[in-house]
């Protein structure tokens, strides 16, 4: 899936370095079956008091939205403004089920934008590049896949469409329950990949398994999740062996983030 992978690791002494990814995206219940009328972005409007928060520590994130957000103007408006003033930056953000053309089945393994047919993958991000640069003057460079979905074509794709960044890596994520891609292999270590003539940049989400069970922690994590009915998985988190956790507020707590 990444071709021609080369990690990049820092210097040891280099300071900690944070960047700030936000998917922004339309409202939608994420435990229902995808509905492709689903497009609503009332949310957008109160999207200043995270922006507040961000402007008072001096951090520009990058929010990587989706069609919903950009086809409505009161999902970019704004953003837009944000961005003209150099607050933040805008990324692409593919959720298949609601961006044209909508031309495959609407179910859970098609939510994964990976696994589309290539030329349908291609037209989606195409058109959602497109639709990003008409409202904001410029072209996308930096993509995540929705549901991190990156599959067997993306990374011909991005180069093709003229993205440099993918942000789609999602360790220690196991979504081969639905349709979607294991991460569980990936640490949190940016890397190149794609070759050397049009390489992309990958900075995977924060996140891996931790514990004093590290050398062991897949294997163990896997028995713990079919003992759930046993709170395996939490009796291995307290005693300090293996617990998988990921920079996000979605559904994790700052107690844990600490």
């Known amino acids: 899936m990444f071709e021609q992978k080369r990690e990049i690791r820092l210097p040891a002494d280099t300071p900690p370095q944070l960047i700030v990814v936000i998917d922004t995206e339309e409202e939608f219940d994420w435990n229902a079956e995808p509905d492709a009328k689903a497009n609503r972005v009332s949310a957008m409007a109160h999207i200043d008091r995270a922006q507040n928060i961000f402007n008072e520590y001096g951090i520009?994130?990058?929010?990587?939205?989706?069609?919903?957000?950009?086809?409505?103007?009161?999902?970019?408006?704004?953003?837009?403004?944000?961005?003209?003033?150099?607050?933040?930056?805008?990324?692409?953000?593919?959720?298949?089920?609601?961006?044209?053309?909508?031309?495959?089945?609407?179910?859970?393994?098609?939510?994964?934008?990976?696994?589309?047919?290539?030329?349908?993958?291609?037209?989606?991000?195409?058109?959602?590049?497109?639709?990003?640069?008409q409202n904001f003057g410029r072209p996308p460079v930096a993509y995540k896949a929705g549901r991190y979905g990156f599959g067997p074509n993306t990374t011909g794709i991005l180069q093709e469409l003229g993205f440099d960044i993918d942000l789609s890596v999602c360790p220690p994520l196991d979504s081969r329950a639905d349709g979607g891609p294991d991460y569980r292999r990936f640490n949190?270590?940016?890397?190149?990949?794609?070759?050397?003539?049009?390489?992309?940049?990958?900075?995977?989400?924060?996140?891996?398994?931790i514990g004093w069970a590290h050398p062991m922690a897949i294997p163990l994590f896997e028995v713990a999740q079919r003992?759930?009915?046993?709170?395996?998985?939490?009796?291995?988190?307290?005693?300090?062996?293996?617990?998988?956790?990921?920079?996000?507020?979605?559904g994790f707590t700052p107690a844990e983030h600490i």
Not at 188 to 201: N, Q, R, V, Y
Not at 231 to 249: C, E, Q
């Open 60 to 133: 520009c994130p990058c929010y990587v939205i989706d069609y919903p957000v950009i086809s409505q103007s009161r999902g970019y408006g704004l953003l837009k403004q944000y961005a003209e003033k150099g607050q933040c930056e805008i990324g692409a953000h593919l959720h298949p089920w609601v961006n044209p053309p909508q031309e495959e089945a609407v179910t859970r393994s098609n939510m994964y934008p990976g696994n589309l047919p290539e030329a349908l993958e291609r037209e989606k991000l195409r058109v959602l590049s497109e639709t990003i640069q």
């Open 188 to 209: 949190a270590h940016p890397f190149w990949f794609g070759g050397s003539d049009k390489p992309i940049l990958e900075i995977p989400c924060t996140g891996g398994f």
């Open 227 to 250: 003992l759930r009915k046993f709170r395996a998985p939490g009796i291995l988190s307290r005693i300090g062996a293996v617990d998988r956790l990921m920079l996000s507020p979605e």
